[in-house]
């Protein structure tokens, strides 16, 4: 069965950056898109991020623009969100997705 596994998270200062990992089993990895969701305190789940099965095309919220990267390693089977410049509003926790399947998800605070 999809096995998705979040790793990464942490508490960082505004403006600072981390990396978001994303374990993925159980499935034709290469084969799917995949995509990064998030989920503040309060506030219903959101679309963060996709890359394509290739790796060639990738879209983002506009929030996110030019301040988040997300790609991924077919040969490992990770999906990796690079977020930079990070805002008090990027809090949240982040998750991976893929054929309506999610992982447990990691907890990233920005605050000062």
């Known amino acids: 069965q999809v096995q998705l596994v979040e790793s990464g998270g942490g508490l960082v200062q505004p403006g600072g950056s981390l990396r978001l990992s994303c374990s993925a089993s159980g499935f034709s990895f290469s084969a799917n898109t995949m995509r990064w969701y998030r989920q503040a305190p309060g506030k219903e789940r959101e679309f963060v991020a996709y890359v394509s099965s290739s790796g060639d095309r990738t879209n983002y919220q506009d929030s996110v623009k030019g301040r988040f990267t997300i790609s991924r390693d077919n040969d490992k089977n990770m999906v990796y969100l690079q977020m930079s410049s990070l805002k008090p509003e990027d809090t949240a926790v982040y998750y991976c997705?893929?054929?309506?399947?999610w992982g447990q998800g990691t907890q990233v605070i920005v605050s000062s």
């Open positions: 997705e893929v054929l309506g399947k």
